[in-house]
């Protein structure tokens, strides 16, 4: 009360004044600040999918999670397997997409190790050939940030590197483009 006490007492002392005074004092005590949503961007930061093509020969089954969140862009990585035949890769990635709403604009860097004929891999009598695509990717995300239906598309270059096994630096790159689908769920 001091306080309203002070500030009263350079104020004519009419009741109309006093009263408009002594309201606002209780409208801005009494009333709950709303200067800011406290809620996170993306609570359900995490995804299981499976991606038809995409940064895995074929499919993939992935995991996705949501490892920054800012106002406009959010930033993610991703980690799959895929088994084809005689073959393994390893599909790694990070991306970047846009953080409000639904929908999402979302660019993306992959890696993916490959490889074939993968029983013969570390015994004595190596058969194997291993490769290793680079993905970067531009393309369309869906993900509620509370969680739910997860689907992406997008078209990539793929970057194809071959290297021969007696010199892994001998690397002529090939390039093609690729596109890929994926569905799962985020949580």
Not at 8 to 32: D, E, G, N, Q, T
Not at 132 to 143: A, E, K, M, T
Not at 148 to 171: K, M, N, W
């Amino acid at each position: 009360m001091a306080i309203f006490d002070l500030c009263c007492a350079k104020v004519p002392s009419s009741p109309p004044m006093r009263f408009l005074l002594l309201s606002i004092a209780i409208l801005c005590c009494c009333l709950p600040a709303f200067s800011q949503d406290t809620r996170p961007l993306f609570p359900k930061r995490n995804a299981f999918y499976v991606e038809a093509m995409g940064k895995g020969p074929y499919y993939s089954v992935n995991y996705d999670r949501i490892i920054r969140v800012r106002t406009k862009w959010s930033y993610s990585f991703r980690v799959g397997v895929s088994l084809v035949a005689d073959g393994w890769s390893v599909p790694l990635g990070i991306h970047a997409f846009t953080t409000p709403g639904n929908h999402h604009l979302e660019l993306g860097l992959g890696v993916t190790p490959y490889v074939d004929h993968y029983r013969t891999f570390l015994s004595k009598n190596d058969r194997s050939d291993k490769y290793l695509y680079v993905v970067p990717s531009v393309g369309y995300r869906y993900q509620k940030p509370e969680g739910g239906l997860f689907f992406t598309a997008g078209l990539a270059p793929y970057i194809f590197l071959d290297p021969p096994s007696t010199d892994v630096f001998d690397v002529t790159p090939s390039y093609k483009l690729w596109a890929g689908v994926a569905v799962g769920f985020s949580f």
